[in-house]
């Protein structure tokens, strides 16, 4: 069982940065696949970005490649998400989620992660 509380939304304008944090509970933190997702108001949520394998494999959502980059700190129990050049339609709740391989789902599909957050509010200006 894992627990996630994200953290370090707000509003930015434009052109900005935000760095986002998800707090983990449990000693089994490091061995758990971590995923964003994000869902702006009218839409279905969407994949941002994911890192498995004790980090050494990485998938980014196209809308978000080469402006986000996801990490983590497993001493801290912990998982990042920075975010730059942020625009007006990166605007959404972001939700981190934990997950284990197995029942055949990807790392990039919601199937894949039983543990969510709570979601965090990002709101970008123009």
């Known amino acids: 069982q894992v627990q996630l509380v994200e953290s370090g939304g707000g509003l930015v304008q434009a052109g900005g940065s935000l760095r986002l944090s998800c707090a983990a509970s449990?000693?089994?933190?490091?061995?758990?696949?971590m995923g964003w997702f994000r869902q702006a108001p009218g839409k279905e949520r969407e994949f941002v970005t994911a890192l498995i394998w004790r980090g050494t494999t990485t998938y980014y959502g196209d809308s978000v490649k080469g402006r986000f980059t996801i990490s983590r700190d497993n001493a801290k129990n912990t998982l990042y998400l920075q975010m730059n050049s942020l625009k007006p339609e990166d605007t959404a709740v972001y939700y981190c989620?934990?997950?284990?391989?197995?029942?055949?789902?990807?790392?990039?599909?919601?199937?894949?992660?039983?543990?969510w957050g709570q979601g965090t509010q990002v709101t970008v200006s123009s």
């Open positions: 449990g000693r089994t933190f490091p061995t758990y696949a």
């Open positions: 989620a934990a997950g284990r391989p197995g029942g055949g789902y990807y790392p990039t599909t919601e199937p894949y992660y039983p543990y």
